[in-house]
């Protein structure tokens, strides 16, 4: 089974509009942490947000926010405000408290910003 | 500035050769990974190191080798035994405290070295 599985292959928003990126985990560990990254066509991996298992408020960052329901297992990414430079592929990964060094990612959503 | 630097940014491989990639980091930061990134698909862990002269197999080990003979450092070759080499590698490091499971602390990454066989 995936661990982290991203179902929307390619996004479009238009410019200046809000868009929800979905990421569902699964892991059986009590404590756990979620990661959004940003990949530009560049390549690099930039770190967007992070959200603990253990944190009762959604993690914000500017105009990233997460929308995290622990018992539907989700952790979504919510980009406020659209802008030309958010085009980029988005993935979601995961550490689970057994394999404290490793991260766990999805296969990724491609987000085109439209004017 | 501090950060991650991976060279060299495209490499080619022939048939039957080893070529090492190379990933330097001046962040001070203890752990060191090498990921692949194959087109669709999303980062597959090959090698982390948590300690200078200590390294472990991740979940595709199998024709990658590294060493880690200094903190700064971490180059991964890759073998003649690895069949498939074509894809992105990305370097990354991590802070200390990074193994606590509630750190926010993200992993780093270099900017990748595109691999391919000629």
């Known amino acids: 089974a995936q661990k982290i599985t991203q179902t929307q292959p390619g996004m479009f928003v238009q410019e200046k509009e809000a868009v929800t990126l979905d990421c569902t985990y699964d892991?059986?560990?009590?404590?756990?942490?979620l990661f959004w990254y940003k990949q530009p066509s560049s390549g690099e991996m930039i770190f967007l947000i992070y959200?603990?298992?253990?944190?009762?408020q959604n993690a914000t960052e500017g105009r990233y926010s997460l929308n995290f329901q622990k018992a539907r297992k989700s952790a979504n990414l919510v980009i406020s405000a659209s802008q030309l430079g958010d085009s980029a592929m988005y993935f979601c990964?995961?550490?689970?408290?057994?394999?404290?060094?490793?991260?766990?990612f999805g296969t990724g959503t491609r987000l085109q910003v439209t004017l | 500035d501090g950060g991650i630097t991976q060279s060299p940014k495209y490499l080619f491989r022939k048939e039957g050769q080893n070529v090492t990639l190379s990933c330097e980091q001046n962040?001070?930061?203890?752990?060191m990974y090498w990921y692949r990134q194959d087109p669709g698909q999303g980062l597959r862990l090959i090698y982390y190191?948590?300690?200078?002269?200590?390294?472990q197999k991740g979940d595709i080990a199998e024709g990658y080798s590294v060493s880690r003979e200094k903190k700064e450092s971490f180059p991964l070759t890759v073998t003649s035994a690895q069949k498939n080499p074509t894809a992105f590698y990305l370097c990354?490091?991590?802070?200390?405290?990074?193994?606590?499971?509630?750190?926010?602390?993200?992993?780093?990454f270099g900017d990748g070295t595109r691999l391919s066989i000629l």
């Open positions: 990354a490091s991590s802070s200390p405290g990074w193994e606590t499971i509630n750190s926010n602390q993200p992993q780093h």
């Open positions: 892991t059986s560990d009590q404590s756990y942490g």
């Open positions: 959200q603990g298992s253990y944190d009762e």
């Open positions: 990964a995961m550490r689970e408290s057994g394999t404290a060094s490793k991260l766990t």
């Open positions: 962040l001070n930061h203890d752990a």
């Open positions: 190191s948590q300690i200078v002269n200590d390294f």
